[in-house]
């Protein structure tokens, strides 16, 4: 059978023909506006750009082109709306001047910080003030005497060296006092770069980037390489700067015990491992280290700790604002100590303040990394210069450092000569590598002996490490430390506890008495001033025992 074709009707009611004609002129005028709009659009400089961004991004996802045009519409309705309308105009309840006044008579705002303690009244109270310019031999304002200053960083000796001082006025003569702004702005002047060249040629390496304050050094370090996603594998005992450095960086934190490079290993391992086990890609990765511990004077393997940064490949930031212009031969670190190449460290940062006696710091490696922080080092971006004076007083310490190596060897003389001293002494446990200059010591007996649990691995998750003894009363030690400090100063010798910020810092170490050794003072003024020191230990542990 053939199939018979059915006519297709059209079915169109009067109505919906009446509709159609007249909605023809509003769409004709509709048209024509979008024409007029698109054609003064496109006039305005940089719509085409719009207009293709727009066209692209709406293929790609349209699910944006709705979420922006919300935008849009939200931020429109956000200026447009009044912001001086009162809501609750009408409802508010009205108060007389008196009742004003007395409300403000009756309020008492909460302090800002607690009240201080007795023991911090006396702690505040007990620093010593300095009368004139400090050095070898300062006078204490209190009492008008002049004192054997073992307490400040004047390693090499060159607080008070009359060249120095020369050459500072001439520079404060020529260039002003400040330098007025950053140094990624116009605060930079010649002499700071001829500051960073000494530098970078003193220790061999290609460039340095010189920071106007020490502390902030270390801390502006970090974050410029280390990000959210990076792993740092730092010593539980690094000092402050460094653990607001890692703060800041908010990157993956593990840790290994104090200055125990086998722990270092373990930890390097385990990170491996963890990162293997997650299938996680390879990040970022550094090792963060003192090379002279500030906390206890301890120093690092420095060959060893080179071996296991290549073994496992890690960058190296290692902070030597202890141990430049201290330890070496002629000054120049744990680098020239055990003869291992400044290049060999990543990231090698020191201290003008403490090893020349100046201000700022520095941070000395490759081009490549200097050159970075000069965009992405906030303290170098943020803030202002070092006076040109005192990077002129940095640049003539390095080369009294160069054409002075008995400065460097009558310091080591006198460090051994403080601790032969101390370590005869009764009562206290002196501390730290006997090559660093700055010698610590704490009470012998614990102040307390609960006791604790010993045998504990440590964990790299926290910072915190295992009891390992008896522990102490934290107070009750310093308060004892403070009356030996107390007394070395009645008797001519300015020294000073190691302070800590309580609170603050991620582990609270025990209390010790710092003395920093310098190489002003000859080898019969340090070990009678040791002796001084001695003689107040025995005298104030004596007292408690009666």
């Excluded at 060296?161 to 930079?188: D, M, Q, V, W």
């Amino acid at each position: 059978m053939s199939s018979v074709p059915v006519p297709s009707i059209e079915l169109t009611t009067p109505n919906t023909a009446a509709g159609n004609t007249s909605l023809e002129p509003l769409l004709t005028w509709l048209t024509l506006i979008l024409a007029q709009l698109e054609r003064t659009f496109y006039k305005v400089p940089g719509s085409a750009v719009i207009a293709r961004y727009v066209r692209s991004s709406h293929q790609n996802d349209p699910g944006r082109t709705v979420l922006e045009l919300i935008l849009i519409v939200f931020a429109v309705r956000t200026l447009m709306q009044s912001r001086s309308r009162d809501k609750s105009e009408g409802k508010l309840i009205k108060f007389s001047e008196k009742e004003v006044d007395e409300l403000v008579d009756e309020w008492t705002p909460e302090p800002l910080s607690a009240p201080l303690t007795e023991w911090e009244q006396r702690d505040l109270a007990s620093v010593p003030v300095i009368a004139g310019p400090n050095g070898p031999k300062p006078k204490i304002l209190s009492t008008g005497k002049t004192v054997v200053n073992l307490a400040s960083y004047n390693f090499a000796g060159l607080a008070g060296n009359e060249h120095i001082k020369e050459r500072a006025i001439e520079t404060l003569r020529k260039y002003g006092l400040g330098s007025c702004g950053p140094p990624g702005f116009y605060g930079t002047v010649d002499v700071h770069l001829e500051l960073e060249r000494d530098i970078a040629d003193f220790l061999g390496t290609e460039s340095t980037i010189l920071y106007s304050q020490g502390f902030i050094t270390i801390s502006s370090v970090i974050p410029a390489f280390c990000k959210r996603g990076d792993v740092i594998v730092a010593d539980r005992a690094v000092n402050f700067a460094i653990q607001k450095g890692i703060q800041i960086s908010r990157s993956t934190v593990r840790w290994y015990d104090h200055n125990d490079l086998k722990s270092l290993e373990d930890v390097l391992v385990s990170v491996e491992k963890d990162r293997r086990k997650r299938g996680a890609p390879i990040t970022r990765r550094f090792i963060i280290t003192e090379g002279i511990f500030e906390r206890d004077g301890e120093i690092v393997d420095l060959p060893k700790l080179i071996e296991l940064k290549h073994k496992y490949k890690y960058r190296l930031i290692l902070d030597e604002s202890i141990s430049f212009g201290s330890v070496g031969r002629t000054g120049r670190g744990l680098t020239e100590l055990y003869n291992v190449p400044a290049s060999q460290v990543d990231m090698l940062i020191g201290s003008v303040a403490n090893g020349l006696c100046s201000a700022g710091g520095f941070c000395t490696g490759s081009t490549i990394v200097t050159e970075h922080q000069r965009i992405n080092g906030t303290s170098f971006v943020f803030s202002a210069s070092m006076p040109p004076l005192l990077a002129v007083a940095g640049s003539e310490g390095i080369s009294y450092l160069r054409n002075t190596p008995s400065a460097l060897t009558t310091l080591q003389e006198n460090v051994r000569a403080v601790r032969a001293v101390l370590e005869k002494t009764e009562g206290i446990t002196v501390v730290g590598h006997r090559a660093s200059p700055i010698v610590h010591f704490h009470l012998k007996t614990p102040s307390t002996a609960n006791g604790s649990a010993n045998g504990i691995a440590s964990s790299p998750m926290t910072v915190m490490p295992p009891p390992t003894g008896p522990s102490f009363d934290y107070e009750v030690e310093e308060k004892i430390l403070q009356d030996i400090v107390d007394d070395a100063l009645a008797n001519g010798v300015f020294i000073t506890r190691a302070k800590r910020l309580s609170g603050q810092e991620m582990i609270e170490t025990r209390p010790t008495v710092r003395i920093a050794v310098t190489a002003a003072l000859t080898k019969k003024e340090i070990e009678k001033a040791a002796g001084v020191v001695k003689a107040s230990v025995v005298k104030v542990l004596g007292k408690r025992r009666a």
